[in-house]
């Protein structure tokens, strides 16, 4: 399962990026929701919760707010990333 979210939410995070960079609030919102679903599913309420955000605000039209909030939501994916690959191994 963690193999999965890690591919998919990689994928996730850069088509996020891509819509916020395009302009496409959207594209940016779909993966955030599939983001933030599949998180939570995982029990990674930090990174839910930033994707939650960034849905919001591209729903909103917040585009540059959006933008911003991508930073944490990078930062705190990674930080996923890496517990998920040291609970896979230890």
Do not use: N, P, W
Not at 1 to 22: H, I, M, N, P, Q
Not at 44 to 57: F, K, N, S
Not at 70 to 80: D, I, P, Q, S, T
């Amino acid at each position: 399962l963690a193999d999965e979210y890690a591919r998919s939410s990689t994928a996730l995070v850069a088509k996020l990026r891509r819509g916020l960079a395009d302009g496409d609030d959207v594209a940016g919102a779909r993966a955030a929701h599939t983001l933030r679903s599949s998180s939570a599913q995982l029990g990674l309420g930090v990174v839910a919760e930033c994707a939650r955000e960034i849905e919001q605000l591209s729903r909103a039209g917040r585009r540059a707010v959006a933008a911003r909030a991508f930073a944490r939501l990078a930062f705190e994916h990674g930080r996923a990333m890496s517990a998920l690959h040291a609970r896979a191994r230890g």
